[in-house]
């Protein structure tokens, strides 16, 4: 799981291993927390968003039609650089 760490000017994101994945330096201090902590959750919304196409895929056989599924496909695939 990723977490977020700092504070004042500076917050960052560690991995599991604590190696820092990302840093932000705040500009204007309102979003740059939210920046952060939607970096953090992203691992796990990127495995949730799988899990919940595969369940798609198993419940319609025609899911290439719905609009929604081919932008989480989409999302996946620049997730995962394909």
Not at 12 to 24: A, F, L, P, T, Y
Not at 53 to 68: G, I, V
Not at 74 to 79: L, R
Request: negative net charge; hydrophobic residues 40%.
């Amino acid at each position: 799981m990723w977490t977020v760490n700092g504070k004042d000017m500076n917050v960052w994101v560690e991995n599991e291993n604590g190696k820092r994945i990302c840093s932000i330096s705040k500009s204007n201090g309102e979003n740059d927390g939210n920046v952060a902590r939607l970096i953090a959750a992203a691992p796990e919304m990127l495995e949730a968003l799988k899990e919940m196409t595969k369940l798609f895929e198993q419940e319609h056989r025609d899911c290439e039609k719905w609009e929604q599924y081919t932008r989480a496909m989409q999302a996946i695939a620049k997730a995962e650089i394909r």
